[in-house]
């Protein structure tokens, strides 16, 4: 069918026993014959193609073919039928009603199952060249999920699909004709899109974190966190929802069930809880639908917002006085429910009365003295401790004891004056001694070191001194002794010594001695007037008033006077005679109240007259009893 117009295809010949020489003929092509692709030369016969040829339009000619011939007359017509084959050439390429095809099928298809069918045609005629062979090539980098049937054309699905991987797939199929001659062989190529269907295979896939932080000071409504779930399917199938199943009884949270947007609907404390467990989760739309969950936790994060606590309001203790600078008092601590950096402490000491004494550690809560304390001085102390924002807590703080004092008198000597008539037992002076040590060390005893000669006694609780009997001031005057005040401190006590004098004041209680009695006084007769003829001497052994003597005569009528300060005897008249004589009671009397008195007999002779004085007994005797009171007669 490629023959090319006004070639010869073939030459009719008359057969060779009709023929001879210079023999005319005419050849001519019926006219009833409509084709118009063939036409013969008249003389010669030759068959020419005068119009190309179609195998698939006609491929098969039936001509009648008219010889006339002139050599016989009239002229003789004979007819020739020619048959002519067309032979078919491989001049069509096959071809696909629609360039582009869509196909779609779900993903969830068995292998092996009819994706389409491909039916290319071929305008050749002859078998081979309009048989079409299939061929599958894809367009994008993968394994070719599907398989064509080279023969038939089917396409089939040579592995399992997964929407989620591949969407779709594009494939160039092609047909080919099957001609015997290779390069001759014509191809035609159709695009395919196989938009593989999603059914709900997949479950919803977290992609959000499993934690999420949040300040405790955040208002209600913040945004806390948001829950994302991918869902590979399509459509309905991957459309995801949220819920929240456990971990929000008190409806601290609420959750966004579209967007996944987790808020706060109360207040967070991060005090009270400091985290929670919610378990969420991710439903798809489709159907059945599939599901995921997830347990979030939420850490609520800490803000400053809690004042620290003493674990005690008040701390008492009590350290030792007189010990070096340094020593360990006691450890506060206060607790702080913020978290981190906030809960961390810095303690200090609040300025107040004797607080530069004691220094505290800022991190620890330890407080230490800086100086020695002197429990006399200052015996509490109560010291307020504040950490940083801030809480405050009383220190009451006791200085223990140490005797570190002695007992002080308040005099280093004491003086004091008693009557000697005082009673036994009467308390002659009081004396105290403080302390300033605490306890057994500043309690105080006391105790005489001196021989009182029986005279004093002390209590040793009170330091009462009392008469232990009947002084007399004539027998001692003063007494003079120490006494001696001590702690009561089962270590090493510490005293004090004081000197005590004791001044017995006069009574009244002794009469006036005369150192002669009688007395005896020789005067001559001759003795002129106003002449001390003698003296009287009395002694009072009291003082003072009690012992200044004055004299008297206690003769109403007599030659003589007395004075009364020196106790001279003056003659005031002339003696009457050389043999006078005469006895004169002289009465010596103290200036007490009352005075006490004496008497005594004063004797005056001259030479030729003397008296000569006797007792009336030679032994005198008396019985007394044993408990007689003093004084008594």
Not at 128 to 139: A, F, H, R, T, V
């Amino acid at each position: 069918e490629n023959f090319k117009p006004a070639q010869v295809l073939n030459s009719l010949k008359w057969p060779d026993n009709h023929l001879t020489t210079n023999r005319k003929l005419h050849y001519s092509i019926a006219e009833d014959d409509d084709d118009v692709h063939f036409e013969i030369d008249s003389l010669t016969g030759d068959l020419f193609l005068s119009k190309e040829l179609d195998y698939e339009t006609a491929s098969h000619f039936l001509l009648r073919v008219i010889i006339k011939d002139y050599n016989n007359n009239p002229p003789q017509n004979n007819t020739i039928f020619l048959s002519i084959d067309v032979e078919d050439q491989n001049d069509h390429s096959p071809y696909f009603q629609d360039d582009f095809v869509v196909i779609s099928i779900e993903e969830n298809v068995p292998v092996g199952t009819l994706v389409y069918t491909f039916n290319a045609k071929d305008g050749d005629g002859s078998f081979l060249n309009s048989k079409i062979q299939y061929s599958l090539e894809m367009n994008s980098v993968g394994e070719n999920p599907f398989l064509i049937h080279p023969s038939y054309g089917t396409l089939t699905t040579a592995f399992p699909l997964d929407r989620e991987v591949t969407r779709y797939v594009i494939l160039t199929v092609s047909a080919t004709d099957q001609a015997i001659n290779l390069t001759d062989r014509k191809l035609a190529s159709q695009a395919v899109k196989i938009v593989i269907l999603d059914i709900n295979d997949n479950s919803p896939s977290f992609t959000s974190s499993t934690v999420s932080y949040v300040m405790e000071d955040v208002e209600v409504g913040f945004p806390v966190h948001r829950i994302i779930a991918e869902d590979p399917d399509e459509g309905r199938n991957g459309q995801v929802t949220y819920r929240i199943l456990s971990g929000n009884e008190n409806k601290t949270f609420a959750l966004d069930k579209i967007t996944g947007v987790l808020t706060t609907a109360q207040l967070l404390d991060r005090e009270i809880q400091e985290h929670y467990s919610l378990t969420v989760m991710a439903l798809d739309d489709g159907s059945p639908a599939l599901s995921a969950m997830q347990v979030l936790t939420i850490i609520v994060l800490d803000v400053n917002d809690e004042r620290p606590t003493f674990l005690k309001q008040l701390y008492e203790t009590a350290v030792h006085e007189n010990q070096d600078p340094g020593e360990f008092v006691i450890k506060v601590e206060a607790v702080d429910r913020d978290a981190g950096l906030n809960s961390l402490l810095q303690y200090e000491i609040l300025p107040g009365a004797g607080y530069e004494k004691f220094r505290m550690n800022s991190d620890s809560g330890e407080v230490r003295t800086t100086a020695s304390l002197d429990r006399e001085t200052q015996e509490v102390f109560s010291i307020k401790g504040s950490p940083s924002r801030s809480s405050t807590a009383q220190l009451y703080l006791t200085v223990l004891d140490e005797n570190d004092h002695n007992p002080l008198f308040a005099k280093t000597q004491y003086q004091t004056s008693v009557r000697e008539d005082l009673e036994e037992g009467s308390a002659v002076l009081d004396l105290f001694a403080s302390d300033e040590d605490d306890g057994l060390n500043g309690e105080v005893t006391y105790s005489l070191v001196d021989d009182t000669f029986g005279a004093f006694a002390i209590d040793s609780v009170t330091g009462s001194i009392v008469t232990t009997k009947a002084l007399d001031r004539e027998t001692k005057s003063q007494y003079t002794f120490r006494v001696v005040a001590s702690d009561c401190s089962t270590h090493l006590p510490r005293s004090t010594t004081v000197s005590v004098v004791v001044h017995v004041d006069d009574v009244n209680d002794n009469d006036p001695i005369f150192l002669q009695n009688p007395i005896r006084a020789f005067v001559p007769a001759e003795t002129a007037v106003n002449e001390t003829v003698a003296t009287v001497r009395a002694e009072d052994m009291d003082l003072g008033p009690n012992g200044a003597v004055v004299y008297s005569l206690m003769t109403a009528k007599t030659v003589f006077q007395i004075n009364t300060k020196t106790g001279d005897i003056i003659l005031q008249e002339p003696l009457s005679s050389k043999d006078f004589s005469t006895q004169l009671l002289v009465m010596a009397s103290d200036q007490g109240i009352p005075p006490r008195t004496a008497t005594a007999m004063l004797i005056i002779f001259t030479e030729e007259h003397e008296e000569e004085i006797s007792f009336s007994h030679s032994l005198y005797e008396a019985s007394v009893p044993e408990n007689s009171a003093a004084g008594g007669h």
